[in-house]
Every structure is written in structure tokens, then in C-alpha cells.
């Protein structure tokens, strides 16, 4: 059975930083990333990697987020600095399979920035 579990969100402070994690279990995986859905909107792509490290960044985040990924550990982390308002959303990892290319999603992890 394949899962994804998110940690690392909270609270944040206008101009803070946060980093989020996603560990995911029973398959491998190609394409990893984040997305993001802020209340009343529609989910948004965050930022995705490759296993061999190349990157696509969503246009909201490009510039202020990092997205690495640990293969040997099926792990995922997203960095994103200078933290708006804005940014303020819940937060789902997803993976893709390698066969069949399936997708799958993380419960999903509160990010709030806020003072």
C-alpha cells in the first residue's frame, strides 16, 4: 500500500522560513513534488523533482522555495524562505509511480503565515 506522510507545516511569520518533508512507503517513485490549495482556490502546483534531480517550480513560489529529494529514502523536503501571507495554504505531497504512472497524494499539511 502506498502512503505519503507530510510533517513540518505550522505557524510561520511574514518573512520565515519553513522547510516540509514527505516520506512515502511501498513503491518507488518518479516524479515527486508539492502542491498547495489555499481555502476557495484550486490546488496549485508548488514544485516537483525528478529522481535525477531536475526541478520545476510553480510561478508563485520560483525564486523563494527549494524542492530536494532523498531516493534512498523515498523522501521529499520543500524550503521556501521569505514566507507570505499568501502562501498561507494546506499543502499536499505527491508522488508518481514509475509503472502505470499513478499518482498519489499526502493527507495534506497546514502552512499558515500569519503574525
Known amino acids: 500500500q502506498v502512503q505519503l506522510v507530510e510533517s513540518g507545516g505550522g505557524l510561520v511569520q511574514p518573512g520565515g522560513s519553513l522547510r516540509l518533508s514527505c516520506v512515502g512507503s511501498?513503491?518507488?517513485?518518479?516524479?515527486m513534488g508539492w502542491y498547495r490549495q489555499a481555502p476557495g482556490k484550486q490546488r496549485d502546483l508548488v514544485a516537483t523533482i525528478t529522481p535525477g534531480g531536475t526541478t520545476v517550480y510553480g510561478n508563485s513560489v520560483k525564486g523563494r522555495s527549494t524542492i530536494t529529494r532523498d531516493n534512498a529514502k523515498n523522501t521529499v523536503y520543500l524550503e521556501m524562505n521569505s514566507l507570505k501571507p499568501e502562501d498561507t495554504a494546506v499543502y499536499y505531497c505527491n508522488a508518481r509511480t514509475p509503472i502505470r504512472s499513478r499518482d498519489y497524494w499526502g493527507q495534506g499539511i497546514q502552512v499558515t503565515v500569519s503574525s
Open positions: 511501498g513503491s518507488i517513485f518518479s516524479i
